[in-house]
């Protein structure tokens, strides 16, 4: 009789340990360890839409790899603005860089959540591909729109921390600059882009969000009227000298043609003939994510207070 109720004691053991393999993934997580399945419903200002509650494959095609990335969310696709990006080189190493048109090498990824602008192409054929969320630039203020990231991303909580801990460092930063240059002293943002110049309002990246949202610097009356409701505004070197400012922030590309630079016309500006022209690199200088918004806010408080 033992010899016959053994064996039938070990295979139920053996079924049940079976049983027991099988509610574990091929990762070896449970069902309810593998996060990726669970989903939650985003609110997009394009409606509701159900999205991965922790996605952990991440397509960015345009803007915000820098919001996803200080989340510590995972990329796996990146547009190429965002890879090009000097101070992004480490952390997007892995990711490919793909645009709205490469459907099939986004397919190919296997993205969780695809992430872009409202301009993006061939949405509906993304959306066969995974959960995907666009954004209309300017709808809300850069800081709503990490938030706004941060609640895609199931990751409000960080994002909102961040933004208030940036606020107070910036603005604190701020009274700090104008009580050294003065609180009527003028900033102009200006960048030189495939052989044109542009000047920048408030709200189109390259520190200028920093600089006059969250500084209260001053902005030329010239930069105002013509840049500030439209976010930039496209000027002929000749002209340039109306909307400098008593401090120019000058965004450049080396390899690009800066000859303007070596005009009269330039030279002669106040701002250059006072040393008050900071230099930066405008791969390093285009967004307004956390990530950027923390290397340019620093760039700042260095070379105003010539720390």
């Known amino acids: 009789m033992k010899k016959i109720i053994l064996p039938i004691i070990l295979i139920f053991t053996l079924i049940l340990s079976a049983c027991g393999n099988s509610s574990e993934s091929k990762n070896g997580e449970s069902p309810t360890d593998n996060k990726k399945?669970?989903?939650m419903t985003y609110q997009s200002e394009n409606g509701p839409i159900k999205v991965p509650a922790h996605p952990k494959r991440v397509v960015v095609l345009s803007s915000f790899a820098g919001n996803?990335?200080?989340?510590g969310v995972n990329i796996v696709g990146v547009d190429s603005w965002?890879?090009?990006n000097p101070r992004f080189q480490?952390?997007?190493k892995n990711a490919e860089e793909v645009s709205d048109e490469n459907i099939e090498k986004i397919m190919a990824l296997k993205p969780d959540l695809i992430i872009g602008l409202s301009t993006v192409k061939n949405v509906d054929k993304l959306k066969k591909i995974a959960p995907t969320v666009t954004y209309t630039y300017g709808k809300v203020d850069y800081l709503t729109q990490h938030i706004e990231i941060g609640k895609l991303l199931n990751k409000e909580k960080e994002a909102k921390a961040w933004v208030a801990d940036f606020k107070k460092r910036a603005q604190k930063a701020g009274e700090d600059i104008k009580a050294k240059i003065g609180k009527d002293a003028t900033v102009s943002v200006i960048e030189n882009f495939d052989k044109q110049l542009y000047v920048f309002g408030n709200n189109w990246g390259r520190g200028t969000e920093i600089l006059y949202q969250e500084m209260k610097l001053k902005m030329p009356e010239?930069?105002?009227?013509?840049?500030l409701k439209k976010g930039y505004y496209a000027l002929s070197s000749e002209v340039l000298p109306e909307f400098a400012g008593d401090y120019v922030i000058l965004s450049t590309d080396k390899k690009a043609?800066?000859?303007f630079q070596k005009t009269s016309t330039y030279k002669n500006i106040p701002a250059v003939k006072n040393n008050r022209v900071f230099e930066v690199n405008q791969k390093e200088f285009y967004f307004n994510d956390p990530l950027t918004l923390d290397y340019q806010l620093d760039y700042f408080t260095k070379h105003f207070l010539n720390k």
């Open 37 to 39: 399945e669970e989903m």
């Open 68 to 71: 996803v990335m200080s989340l």
């Open 82 to 84: 965002s890879k090009m």
């Open 90 to 92: 480490d952390k997007l």
């Open 222 to 227: 010239k930069v105002k009227k013509m840049a």
């Open 257 to 259: 043609d800066n000859s």
